[in-house]
């Protein structure tokens, strides 16, 4: 083998794996992304709940209409 074929072989070789190495951290950097912004809306929920619990007022406002027409209901 010439010493410039090694050369363009070797440049390949890591090149090949820099590109894999990129690919890898990419997929890890997306699944962490996943996993931050999956905590996020668990925590917007469990405030919006503990809202809910809390405030009379703004539970009125998510009440289903038909629990409170079967509330007043004189059947």
Do not use: F, I
């Not at 820099?18 to 990419?26: E, N």
């Not at 405030?47 to 703004?58: G, I, R």
């Not at 027409?69 to 004189?74: D, P």
């Amino acid at each position: 083998m010439k010493l410039t074929t090694a050369v363009l072989a070797a440049g390949a070789a890591v090149s090949l794996t820099s590109v894999m190495v990129g690919a890898a951290r990419l997929r890890q950097d997306a699944r962490h992304q996943a996993k931050r912004n999956e905590a996020v809306v668990a925590r917007n929920q469990l405030d919006w709940l503990a809202q809910m619990s809390t405030n009379a007022d703004l539970a009125k406002l998510w009440t289903p209409e038909a629990w409170t027409s079967r509330s007043t209901c004189s059947c």
